[in-house]
Structures are given as structure tokens and as C-alpha cells.
């Protein structure tokens, strides 16, 4: 069973597009964080959101606009799409609490090229 | 989050024990030593964490020296899909905290 999924998994567009991300996670976790991959292949958080509310916003330009309608689910959607945008997202789950590590688990990647 | 530092790369024969080193000389106390792996187009991929004992999984070993500033991952028999990039990360492990990724140690295992 996929724990944390992604679609799609490949994103070809062209410049100034909008385009939209979808992640899904069935582990029952309360958190969900989006992660981008540079081409220099840094990992770098965006975002965090806690029972569908944001928790870490690491100012990430306002085209970006994350959408959580569940506790399982994590969208990413993009406006303007620029050059410097392609990378690979990674999006993950935890579950924090008293009885957790707090430990992360993430999707395979969705690969956006902005032509 | 602390920050920590790792070789940035590492050899070993397929079969042999991969001894991955990372020096966190400023950790504070209530911080935990995690270790990720990301493999090639894949996505990190939790492998082991500890306070201040060694601990064991049936992934890893994770040696944390004494005074807490240093610890090695151990794959005791790495085998050619242990090839990954391998990240050090010091953090706290409650609330919402974020994972902060450094350059990672790439490990090459070769038959």
C-alpha cells in the first residue's frame, strides 16, 4: 500500500501556465510539509500544515498557494509558473505527539520543468 | 536546528560494513540525531534516530559518542541499493518541526 502518493508524477509546462500538484497520505497523520529539490539537488522546506491549518510558511513567494481540504491531503498549486520554479517536490506526513518521533515519510516527486 | 556536518562522500565494497560519520558539535540537549537516505529520483527515506544511546533497526546502527557532538550510521553489510545520498540531521522531535537537510554524505557501493 502507498503510504504517501503524489500526482502527477512528471510536469511539463510552459511559462506564466498555473498548475497543480495533488498529494495523499494514508498513514492517518496529522502533518503534511511540502519540500522543493533544486537543481543542485538542496532539499528545502515550504510548507507545514497541522489538522488542514498552515504551520511553516518558509517565505515562499505568493504564487505558491498550498490547499489542505483533509487532514490527508495536501495540494500545491502554482500561479505564473517562472523558469526558476522546475525542481522536483517532495511532499511528506508525520504524526507528532507525545507518542511519536516525529519522524517523516515522503512521496515519490513530482518533477516539474517549466519550459 | 543544530547544524552538522558530513563528508561529502564515502566508498564502500558491496558487503562491507558502511561506516557514515557526522560531527554536530553544537547539538543542544533535548535534540535528537536523525539519519535519511534518499535514493536516486526517489524521496528521503527515514532510516534512524537516537537521543544518547546506540541504537539498532533492521535498517541501521546508530553510534552517538558520549558527549553527544559526533555519531556514525552503520550499514552493516551495504549492498549496491544502499547507494544513496545520506543526511545528518539534529533536531527536536516534538510539534511541527521542519527537517532541515544539509549536503548529505553520497555513498557509493560497489560489487
Known amino acids: 500500500d502507498t503510504a504517501v502518493s503524489q500526482t502527477p508524477k512528471y510536469l511539463v509546462t510552459q511559462m506564466g501556465n498555473d498548475k497543480s500538484i495533488k498529494c495523499e497520505q494514508n498513514?492517518?497523520?496529522?502533518?503534511m510539509y511540502w519540500y522543493k529539490q533544486d537543481s543542485k539537488k538542496f532539499l528545502k522546506i515550504m510548507f507545514s500544515y497541522n489538522n488542514k491549518e498552515l504551520i511553516i510558511n518558509e517565505t515562499v513567494p505568493n504564487r505558491f498557494s498550498p490547499k489542505s481540504p483533509d487532514k490527508a491531503h495536501l495540494n500545491l498549486h502554482i500561479n505564473s509558473l517562472e523558469l526558476g520554479d522546475s525542481a522536483v517536490y517532495f511532499c511528506?506526513?508525520?504524526?507528532?505527539?507525545?507518542?511519536?518521533?516525529?519522524?517523516?515519510?515522503f512521496g515519490p516527486g513530482t518533477r516539474l520543468t517549466v519550459l | 536546528d543544530a547544524k552538522t556536518t558530513q563528508p561529502t562522500s564515502m566508498d564502500c565494497a558491496e558487503g562491507r560494513a558502511a561506516n557514515l560519520p557526522c560531527n554536530h558539535s553544537?547539538?543542544?540537549?533535548?535534540?535528537?540525531v536523525y539519519w535519511y537516505r534518499q535514493i536516486h529520483s526517489q524521496g528521503p527515506q527515514y532510516i534512524i534516530h537516537g537521543l544518547k544511546n546506540n541504537e539498532t533497526n533492521e535498517m541501521a546502527s546508530l553510534i552517538i559518542t558520549e558527549d553527544r557532538k559526533s555519531s556514525t550510521l552503520i550499514l552493516p553489510h551495504a549492498t549496491l541499493r544502499d547507494t544513496a545520498v545520506y543526511y545528518c540531521i539534529v533536531r527536536v522531535p516534538t510539534g511541527f518541526q521542519k527537517l532541515v537537510f544539509g549536503t548529505g554524505t553520497r555513498l557509493l557501493v560497489s560489487p
Open positions: 553544537t547539538i543542544s540537549g533535548n535534540e535528537y
Open positions: 511528506a506526513s508525520s504524526r507528532p505527539g507525545r507518542n511519536s518521533y516525529n519522524e517523516q515519510f
Open positions: 498513514l492517518g497523520h496529522d502533518t
